[in-house]
């Protein structure tokens, strides 16, 4: 058996391929979700935000009765071309066995919340199927970098813009001798690093684990000790900042707040959004000004193995001292905001009043995210966000 394996999709025909997957629903608002749900019966979201289980199964079964959804004859590879502004990646999705992921051929980094990975599990079990791969990165290989590229030169299966601003193309790849040449690259790489999807990641163990107990004649080999990955480059990954926004003071007044910065903190104002552009740096927005703030002395060395990350920098310095956060998993008076949204998205949320303040913070580098992962180490939450994401549903992987 090979590290990453082809295999038979479930996917929507070409004709509405463009309606029936989805992307991120970050990029949606509440409005944008129930238009689509109301005006297009076949998207997705029918199933994943039905009213109930049973609803949602209802849907899914009948997405395939009516030939929406059609299962693959033949095992494949499919090459995944994403193309947003400034930005290209294009990977591969196959299936790998859920044992990778335990003995560190495929490496994770972020923290798991419990309840997020159960709402995954149940929606799984209740399909018997994984909509949406696991978004993963391979440190970069230039025969399969151009052996991908070449099958690009051919009509796709799929072509078009989606919902979330970029070109989504996919191409199947059947020949024999090609899959086994995709495989065997695979085999000498050997590791990959998960980008998004952890909590899927660990839905999925669990319904193995669940699936393999309901089985007596349990063999390894069942559809459910595999899972659905797309693998890109590491050079093509793309890592946007993730923001902070803060409901409150903590009982300080703005100048009251400004002193105690000012006591950790280098503090300049500015006339215009500040954007990081380097680690150890942060925007701050407060009381419809921007400022730029940065650590008077250097971090404590090797601070809890972590801190040089600048999400733990702010947290310790600032975010835990000042404003009394504590821990970010549970922590009601502390929210997220992706980079993709923009530094207005911090305006708009403390102009309005729904957070006193918001900081924004360079992003997140990609060599952090492999050298916590090689370390078995786990990033706080919300430490990253890969932009563009695969989309769910334009393959899927049935368990039957």
């Not at 309606?19 to 991120?24: D, G, K, P, Q, R």
């Not at 297009?40 to 209802?58: C, G, I, Q």
């Not at 006591?263 to 921007?290: A, C, T």
């Not at 972590?306 to 835990?320: F, M, S």
Request: charged share 30%; hydrophobic share 35%; aromatic share 12%.
């Amino acid at each position: 058996m090979y590290f990453i394996n082809p295999f038979k999709a479930l996917r929507p025909i070409k004709e509405v391929a463009s309606s029936v997957a989805i992307a991120s629903t970050d990029h949606l608002s509440k409005e944008i979700i129930k238009n689509l749900k109301k005006n297009n019966p076949w998207s997705y979201l029918n199933v994943f935000n039905a009213e109930n289980n049973y609803k949602s199964k209802e849907q899914f079964e009948l997405m395939k009765k009516k030939s929406i959804l059609k299962k693959e004859e033949n095992h494949c590879f499919y090459i995944y071309r994403i193309t947003g502004e400034n930005c290209e990646q294009t990977g591969i999705v196959g299936t790998a066995k859920l044992s990778a992921y335990d003995n560190m051929h495929i490496r994770g980094h972020e923290e798991i919340f419990f309840e997020r990975a159960q709402k995954r599990l149940k929606q799984m079990d209740n399909l018997n199927a994984q909509i949406g791969p696991i978004y993963a990165i391979y440190p970069d290989n230039e025969e399969l970098n151009k052996l991908v590229k070449k099958e690009t030169l051919v009509k796709p299966i799929y072509s078009f813009e989606a919902i979330d601003g970029c070109k989504h193309e996919m191409w199947a790849v059947t020949e024999k001798e090609k899959i086994k040449k995709i495989s065997d690259l695979f085999n000498s790489i050997n590791r990959i690093y998960i980008a998004d999807g952890h909590h899927r990641m660990e839905a999925l163990s669990k319904l193995s684990d669940f699936k393999k107990h309901q089985n007596p004649n349990h063999t390894g080999e069942e559809a459910y000790n595999f899972f659905m990955l797309s693998i890109f480059p590491k050079s093509q990954a793309r890592i946007l900042d993730y923001n902070r926004l803060i409901k409150d003071l903590y009982g300080y007044s703005t100048k009251d707040f400004i002193k105690q910065v000012k006591k950790i903190f280098n503090l300049e104002k500015h006339n215009s959004p500040f954007k990081p552009q380097k680690p150890q740096s942060f925007g701050m927005y407060l009381g419809k000004e921007w400022y730029s703030l940065e650590l008077k002395e250097k971090p404590h060395p090797n601070l809890f193995h972590i801190i040089n990350l600048d999400i733990n920098l702010l947290h310790y310095y600032l975010l835990e001292p000042i404003l009394g956060i504590g821990d970010p998993r549970y922590d009601d008076r502390i929210d997220f905001i992706a980079g993709f949204h923009g530094l207005e998205s911090i305006e708009k949320k403390v102009n309005s009043e729904e957070a006193k303040v918001g900081f924004a913070l360079y992003a997140t580098q990609m060599d952090n995210i492999i050298s916590f992962a090689d370390k078995k180490l786990t990033m706080p939450p919300k430490s990253t966000w890969f932009d563009p994401k695969p989309l769910d549903g334009l393959v899927a992987y049935d368990f039957e």
